[in-house]
């Protein structure tokens, strides 16, 4: 399966309003994450507790109680830390929830100073465009397993 890197560096960054998004408490919003989860993969407490241990910190923009839209950073590496698992809930998908949470952790990684980037899909072209909306580039394309 193709897949793509886009990078975004501060010169290409541009915030958009994230007024609504927050970072996600390990502990306080653990119920809320796990009524978001896909439950083919049912989150456990476990599971949240490595997804920390491995360097991912979460946000969202929660809406009348739930989760509307979440994405994490990744934090894979000392120099480079990865925008990751972005997903809107159906009902409130175009509103720009996607980009929200996407500029939010962007503005994250190059606030300190790392290397921002994110991988998806070649034919996932919702993603890539709300990376690019944000000032994200494509800069490689790759096979799953291959860099």
């Given at each position: 399966?193709?897949?793509?890197?886009?990078?975004?560096?501060?010169?290409?960054?541009?915030?958009?309003?994230?007024?609504?998004?927050?970072?996600?408490?390990?502990?306080?919003?653990?119920?809320?994450?796990?009524?978001?989860?896909?439950?083919?993969?049912?989150?456990?407490?476990?599971?949240?507790?490595?997804?920390?241990?491995?360097?991912?910190?979460?946000?969202?923009?929660?809406?009348?109680?739930?989760?509307?839209?979440?994405?994490?950073?990744?934090?894979?590496?000392?120099?480079?830390?990865?925008?990751?698992?972005?997903?809107?809930?159906?009902?409130f998908q175009?509103?720009?929830?996607?980009?929200?949470?996407?500029?939010?952790?962007?503005?994250?990684?190059?606030?300190?100073?790392?290397?921002?980037?994110c991988q998806?899909?070649?034919?996932?072209?919702?993603?890539?465009?709300?990376?690019?909306?944000?000032?994200?580039?494509?800069?490689?394309?790759?096979?799953?397993?291959?860099?």
């Open positions: 399966m193709e897949y793509v890197e886009l990078t975004c560096t501060p010169a290409d960054f541009r915030l958009v309003a994230t007024s609504r998004v927050r970072w996600l408490d390990w502990e306080q919003d653990f119920a809320l994450v796990q009524a978001y989860w896909p439950p083919q993969f049912p989150l456990t407490p476990e599971i949240w507790a490595e997804a920390r241990d491995l360097g991912y910190h979460y946000c969202a923009v929660v809406e009348d109680g739930q989760i509307a839209s979440i994405a994490a950073e990744y934090r894979c590496a000392d120099d480079a830390w990865m925008v990751a698992a972005v997903s809107t809930a159906p009902a175009r509103r720009g929830y996607a980009k929200a949470v996407v500029s939010f952790v962007t503005h994250g990684i190059l606030d300190a100073r790392r290397i921002a980037f998806t899909r070649q034919d996932n072209i919702p993603m890539i465009r709300t990376a690019e909306s944000v000032g994200f580039h494509i800069t490689r394309t790759m096979e799953w397993g291959i860099q």
